[in-house]
């Protein structure tokens, strides 16, 4: 493995030089296990960056840390060029990074438009809104609907409906929606075609493409080479707890990263981060 | 339904098709539409049950009602035997009300009853025994009940452990303190009305057209519409379901699970010192033994109401019109002449229908 600290990484052709979310040497140890061993990751807007690896290689630390779900013990993580802290969620969304958990964190008896508006409900105007608590429920159904209707998600009557009652995809659509429609800078999406069928996999990527196509960029945490190879932009391998390199999917096969991924093979210098 | 396909396609290049994946021209675009595929009429019964909770428990309670009033005829249909069994369901309605905010949170509170039983007693042992202004021994009795509540939370949040084994734990040890404070003598009725009115408050009866209610029943009733109110109009009662469906999901979805379990172990603390306010209403006195049996039967009337112990599911209309099932039967049954034995016998075979009945209502699948 190569231990240069220039960082002579690929990026997008016309991207600029800042990244919308970037880290810096993460380190997170959980007894004697060192889940991140100064991981460094970087994001560029309008992108999709893939994020691949072995099974224990530390992709999960290091989403969990970008999404405020774990405090990493050592290491920065920079949002547009600013050093920022995330201590829980609630200000990784606060920030405008939403993240699509593998488990999709969606109530199952809850409605659809519960569920979008789990952990940010809006309140009526007024006193009934500010003594009495009361949730302004029409405006959310309506945002809801708008939003799953925008992604071409969703029939109107539909918007009350238990999200235990929906199919697997139909939820991922929810949890998608729910991200695109919060998350005004960044968009993580944890495996989400792994519990998915083919027809509805295709789906979700283009659902994802989509989502791109508004602006937002995305983090592609997923173990299917050919999702990955088809939609990402650059991928970024890890491995042992660190970004290994950053490969472009077109200069690239699937077999050169599985190689990369498992140590079989050593990248060229000038793709290693 | 929508198709799909149609509306909006992305500005960007769709991705190219790799070779084994040209079969999918002719897939079916549509994903997230909604099934419409016929189903048998035992399924439209369980998604309608699926999407009214309440409404097993309304139709049971119409049932026992209809029923009884055939077996036993006026004497059951009459406006004061159906005020009675109102009176009768108060303490049960109320504590139920308590019980049913920790079930949705898949918790269980074996201790409710132990608490309202604590708590009246607080309150009269100062109002009468200490001669404390009735004011002041009713707020002390709320305190202690909401503290009751803190230290059932505060095990369970913090130390992690199961609900179940918490409660039992504090059930034991709110009825020792209970007994220790009263010394285990019962304050008199009389002693109670000269000393501190304000406790038998609701007990007061209101003569409505040949029906005899209490302010205990209304009292009931307004605690319904407000904790009806908290659990599907605001926030908090929304919360309450998402951390009673999903602990992790709702914690990733910003929602401080532990805040929100904690305050609902501490609100049901409070609602049972309520409790304790109807309680001494509908006795008179103060006794140390009262009440021993409202921890079981809230959960009884939980149950029936359409509750789920596995969380998530659950009202506080379903858990009032479960109590009042529970007050039908028993009274109906009584009045027929029937051994009380088989009252009891009929509440246990109501648990066990309604659970079964909401394992398979649980299963709809879309």
Not at chain 2, 127 to 149: D, E, K, W
Not at chain 2, 308 to 335: D, E, K, Q, W
Request: proline share 5%.
């Amino acid at each position: 493995m190569s231990t240069q600290s220039t960082l002579t990484e690929l990026k997008p052709a016309s991207a600029p030089l800042t990244p919308v979310l970037s880290a810096r040497g993460l380190v997170k140890r959980y007894g004697r296990v060192t889940a991140m061993d100064r991981a460094d990751f970087d994001l560029y807007p309008g992108e999709i960056l893939a994020v691949i690896g072995d099974n224990g290689a530390g992709k999960s630390s290091l989403i969990k840390a970008l999404s405020g779900a774990l405090i990493p013990d050592d290491g920065e993580i920079r949002l547009d060029g600013e050093v920022t802290r995330f201590a829980s969620p609630m200000d990784a969304q606060r920030a405008g990074i939403e993240t699509v958990h593998q488990s999709l964190a969606l109530s199952p008896s809850l409605s659809i438009a519960d569920n979008m508006f789990l952990g940010r409900e809006m309140r009526r105007p007024g006193v009934l809104g500010s003594v009495f608590r009361m949730l302004d429920r029409p405006r959310m159904q309506k945002i809801a609907r708008d939003k799953l209707s925008e992604l071409g998600l969703m029939t109107v009557q539909s918007i009350n409906q238990p999200v235990e009652t929906l199919s697997g995809g139909q939820r991922q659509g929810v949890a998608v929606a729910r991200a695109a429609a919060f998350g005004s800078r960044v968009v993580i999406m944890d495996e989400p075609t792994a519990a998915l069928g083919v027809k509805e996999s295709r789906r979700v990527l283009e659902l994802i493409l989509d989502v791109r196509s508004r602006g937002l960029p995305i983090v592609l945490i997923s173990h299917n080479m050919p999702h990955v190879f088809e939609i990402a932009d650059r991928i970024h391998i890890h491995r042992l707890g660190r970004r290994l390199c950053v490969i472009d999917p077109k200069n690239h096969t699937m077999s050169d990263a599985v190689a990369f991924m498992t140590g079989a093979k050593t990248p060229a210098e000038e793709l290693a981060a | 339904m929508t198709d799909v396909s149609s509306s909006g396609a992305p500005p960007s290049g769709r991705p190219a098709k790799q070779a084994f994946e040209q079969v999918l021209e002719k897939r079916d675009n549509r994903v997230a539409e909604f099934d419409v595929t016929p189903k048998s009429p035992l399924q439209r019964v369980q998604h309608f049950l699926h999407a009214n909770p309440t409404a097993v428990p309304a139709i049971v309670l119409l049932l026992g009602i209809v029923g009884f009033s055939l077996i036993v005829g006026g004497r059951f249909l009459s406006s004061f035997n159906l005020s009675l069994i109102i009176q009768q369901v108060t303490i049960i309605g109320i504590i139920g009300i308590a019980q049913t905010l920790i079930v949705i949170t898949a918790g269980i509170d074996l201790s409710v009853g132990a608490i309202m039983v604590l708590c009246s007693v607080v309150m009269g042992k100062l109002a009468v025994t200490m001669g404390l202004p009735a004011p002041l021994a009713f707020l002390a009795g709320i305190g202690v009940g909401g503290g009751c509540g803190a230290i059932n939370g505060v095990l369970v949040t913090r130390l992690k452990l199961p609900p179940f084994i918490v409660t039992l734990g504090t059930w034991s040890i709110f009825f020792a303190l209970n007994l220790w404070y009263s010394g285990s003598e019962t304050i008199r009725s009389q002693d109670v009305a000269k000393a501190a009115p304000l406790l038998q408050f609701l007990g007061t009866p209101v003569d409505v057209l040949g029906a005899r209610f209490t302010y205990g029943s209304f009292f009931m009733l307004g605690l319904v519409a407000l904790v009806w109110y908290v659990l599907n109009r605001t926030a908090f009662g929304r919360h309450l379901y998402a951390v009673g469906d999903d602990p992790a999901a709702a914690e990733l979805a910003g929602i401080r699970t532990r805040k929100v379990l904690f305050s609902v172990y501490v609100a049901a603390g409070v609602i049972c010192a309520l409790g304790a306010w109807a309680l001494i209403g509908r006795i008179g006195s103060v006794s140390p033994q009262a009440g021993q049996t409202a921890n079981l039967d809230s959960i009884t009337a939980v149950v029936i109401g359409g509750a789920s112990l596995f969380g998530g599911r659950g009202s506080i209309i379903g858990t009032l019109i479960g109590a009042l099932i529970v007050g039908v039967f028993r009274n109906g049954l009584a009045l027929s002449g029937v051994d009380v034995l088989w009252q009891e016998f009929t509440v246990g075979i109501l648990i066990i229908v309604a659970v079964a009945l909401d394992q398979w209502i649980r299963k709809v699948s879309a």
